[in-house]
Each structure stands twice: as structure tokens, then as C-alpha cells.
């Protein structure tokens, strides 16, 4: 037995499906816009470096070190009563967007460093990440002498988390190293670590998708009883 094309259903079946893969959607990658060094005499951060990086939900902005001065603080060792003193500082600003249908989730700020205490050295990092409307999240870390050379990372603690349906941030990070008598650190990387979600459908449309797919099936199965 040959069956016609029944058009009327076939469209219905084309609505249904469209709407259950609406509703459960993949999450994509971000748009990154408006990017500012608010310290452009320093510019440890190089903006002409970041890159993002999406695997599966997660997406990681890597923000850029100058890859000529680096972004790091050097003092030499000296006896009392000189203390030679360095330091770096930089900020950075950038908009997160998300994709169309995608929400942002969470934020994360990871970074690494490299750090070298002599037996009167302190070396000491401080920085933030600040959310627009989202508050602000420092951290900070002191390195006392004899240290060595010490390879370590840093991070906000909590995460930030946003509010269902948030799409798009405005991020600010800064950073302040600081090395005193015998001692250096250095920033070998920082980046941005956003986590996103497909932005769900009311529960009225998800339901008319099944629903009509479901008249769908049964009248193919009716037809071909």
C-alpha cells in the first residue's frame, strides 16, 4: 500500500520537532566586545592577545600577557637599610556576551604565577575581578623569604553566579604584583573561565512540541493499522 503525503501533518511533525530541539538546545560560544586597557602606560595585560576557547558548556577567555615585558615585578637583594622595592599593576575591561539563546551561567577568574624569594625576600600579589551590577571578588597571596622558585595559581573564590536569563557581563580584572629585597614574581597567565546554558523554553511551548508530536505518531500509526 502506497500513502500519499498528508502535508497538514507533515508541518505539524516539522513544528513539533523544531520545538523539543529548541528546548533542549546546545549551548555556544561567546562574543567578547569592547575590550580596554585602563592602564595603557603599563599594559602588562596585551588585549591584542585574547583568545576564547569553547568546549562543550565551558568557554575560557585567555586575557594576554605582553609577551615583550611580561607582566612582573623584579627587587634585586640588597643589605639594610636599602630595600629595593618593584612593582606592576594593570586593569583590563571587556563585555561578555552570550549567544543568541544561550544565558550565562558562572564566571571564574584563574591565573598562574611564577614566584622566587631570596633569604630576605617577600614578594605578594593582589587583584580583583569585578562584575558590573555583580559585585567584586579579590584574592591575594604573600610569599615570605627563602621561597624559592615556586610555580603557583590563584583564583576568585566563590564563583560569580548569575541569575537564569542573564546574557550579557561586563567584566573588570586588576592585578598588582609586588617584590621587595631578593625577590620576583611573575604572571605566566590569566584567563576568564565562563560557563553558559541553553535559555529553556516556557513550559507551555515545550509541552505543545511534545504534545504535537505525539498526534503526529499516533495518527501515522492509526493510518497504517
Not at 586597557?37 to 583568545?51: C, E, M, P, Q, R
Request: hydrophobic letters at 45%.
Amino acid at each position: 500500500m502506497i500513502f500519499k503525503p498528508n502535508t497538514g501533518k507533515q508541518m505539524l511533525l516539522s513544528i513539533a520537532a523544531a520545538a523539543l530541539f529548541a528546548a533542549s538546545g546546545a549551548a555556544s560560544a561567546l562574543t567578547i566586545s569592547n575590550v580596554s586597557d585602563s592602564d595603557g602606560s603599563s599594559a602588562y595585560f596585551d588585549i591584542t592577545l585574547n583568545t576564547a576557547t569553547t568546549v562543550g558548556d565551558i568557554t575560557t577567555i585567555d586575557l594576554g600577557i605582553d609577551a615583550v615585558n611580561g607582566f612582573k615585578a623584579e627587587a634585586p637583594a640588597a643589605g639594610p637599610p636599602a630595600l629595593p622595592f618593584d612593582s606592576a599593576f594593570d586593569t583590563v575591561q571587556l563585555t561578555i556576551t552570550a549567544d543568541p539563546g544561550t544565558q550565562l551561567v558562572s564566571l571564574d577568574f584563574i591565573e598562574s604565577l611564577m614566584v622566587t624569594t631570596g633569604a630576605t625576600g617577600y614578594a605578594q600579589i593582589n587583584g580583583s575581578v569585578a562584575v558590573a551590577g555583580g559585585g567584586t571578588k579579590g584574592f591575594n597571596a604573600l610569599y615570605l623569604p627563602n621561597t624559592g622558585a615556586t610555580f603557583d595559581t590563584a583564583s576568585i573564590s566563590p564563583d560569580f553566579v548569575f541569575a537564569p536569563g542573564t546574557t550579557e557581563i561586563v567584566v573588570t580584572v586588576s592585578n598588582s604584583l609586588f617584590a621587595i629585597n631578593d625577590a620576583s614574581i611573575e604572571k605566566t597567565s590569566a584567563s576568564l573561565v565562563v560557563e553558559t546554558a541553553p535559555i529553556p523554553l516556557p513550559i507551555p511551548l515545550a509541552l505543545l512540541g511534545s504534545g504535537l508530536l505525539g498526534f503526529v505518531l499516533v495518527g501515522r500509526r492509526n493510518r497504517q493499522a
